[in-house]
Nanobody, 127 residues
Framework: QVQLVESGGGSVPAGGSLTLSCEAS????????IAWFRQAPGKEREGVAV???????RYTDSVKGRFTISKDHAKNTLNLQMNRLAPAASAVYYC?????????????????????WGQGTQVTVSS
């Protein structure tokens, strides 16, 4: 059983930055595929970024060049550095993972393949 706990959400003005962290327990990061999703009110859950493997990170088009996903092996956390935030980025951000499924990175934006979800952390960007 994998447990995921997100932290780091908050409120920032447009143009600001936030770093989200996801702490996973129950499995090592090398044995799970883990990604960040977000869901804004009235919208479908959207895949934001995935850490497919060392040197292979993938992003949804709207965040490319502004968001960076990374692993902190010492702390066993998955981080999402978010820069130049816009109000459209306001959402609840979730950490998601699976242990059994397609090779990490394949179908990474399909929320149905993920077995485990964190409780989410709210990000609010004001204009």
């Amino acid at each position: 059983q994998v447990q995921l706990v997100e932290s780091g959400g908050g409120s920032v003005p447009a143009g600001g930055s936030l770093t989200l962290s996801c702490e996973a327990s129950g499995h090592t990061y090398s044995s799970i595929c883990i990604a960040w999703f977000r869901q804004a009110p009235g919208k479908e859950r959207e895949g934001v970024a995935v850490f497919a493997s060392e040197g292979d990170t993938r992003y949804t088009d709207s965040v490319k060049g502004r968001f960076t996903i990374s692993k902190d092996h010492a702390k066993n956390t998955l981080n999402l550095q978010m820069n130049r935030l816009a109000p459209a980025a306001s959402a609840v951000y979730y950490c998601a993972a699976y242990t059994i499924g397609p090779r990490c990175g394949i179908l990474w934006q399909d929320s149905q393949v993920y077995e485990y979800w964190g409780q989410g952390t709210q990000v609010t960007v004001s204009s």
